[in-house]
């Protein structure tokens, strides 16, 4: 009798793990049908308005499936990622309501996973996408860095959300950021491939006026020979 209850519970058991795994399991597949598109958002490669299309409905099928909060970020990726490509030509209201999607999506996901460092940033971008420059995107930026503050695929993007929210700084947070920036250009600097292929390309793309010269000399201000090394890749690339 013992041995037949046990039996049974085993085969309940079973059944009960089989119905909460089949959701989880379902979304997982439908949102593997969005991953070229993604891979190819990701990469740089040309997007193509179907493949965009066809991955934001499997990724809406993933959610239905299981609403979890990695595939809300995912599908904001792919929105975020659309709405902001040139090539893709959009009339500005289709990319406004792909940021307005993206932005509502980031709200569900980071609430239910607040550990995500390239979403925060995400969040602040998509933020300045819709609305400018504001003091709403220093909540985002700030988690963004203290999530994920020393990946260096960040860098670009974090500058120049850094650069364009200047106004909005108290004096405390602009010494956070500084001590931010000199972390990440003492790491660099000891990591002289990290500093070829990555940041020094990364300021020198991001610095487009005197202003954001003058607040990256600001960051910079007391770390020694941090000035005279900007000098001189400010001048080489004034020579090209």
Do not use: C
């Amino acid at each position: 009798m013992l041995n037949w209850l046990l039996r049974a519970l085993m085969a309940m058991g079973g059944a009960a793990l089989a119905v909460v795994a089949w959701p989880v399991a379902w979304g997982a597949w439908e949102a593997q049908k969005a991953d070229a598109v993604v891979n190819d958002l990701r990469f740089g490669r040309p997007l193509d308005a179907a493949a965009v299309s066809a991955g934001i409905d499997a990724l809406n099928r993933s959610i239905v499936a299981d609403p979890a909060a990695k595939h809300y970020l995912d599908r904001s990726e792919l929105l975020a990622g659309a709405a902001l490509t040139p090539g893709l030509k959009l009339p500005d209201v289709n990319r406004d309501a792909l940021l307005r999607r993206a932005r509502s999506d980031l709200g569900v996901g980071l609430a239910n996973a607040p550990v995500r460092g390239i979403d925060w940033l995400r969040l602040a971008v998509v933020r300045e996408a819709l609305d400018g420059p504001s003091r709403e995107l220093l909540p985002p930026l700030f988690m963004s860095i203290e999530t994920a503050p020393l990946i260096p695929q960040f860098w670009r993007v974090r500058l120049r959300v850094i650069l364009d929210v200047w106004p909005y700084l108290d004096e405390r947070q602009r010494d956070r950021l500084a001590n931010y920036f000199v972390t990440t250009w003492r790491l660099a600097r000891d990591r002289p491939a990290l500093m070829v292929e990555l940041y020094r390309p990364a300021l020198m793309a991001e610095i487009n006026s005197p202003a954001d010269e003058l607040i990256v000399r600001y960051f910079l201000r007391n770390e020694p020979g941090a000035q005279e090394e900007l000098t001189k890749w400010l001048m080489a690339r004034q020579k090209r």
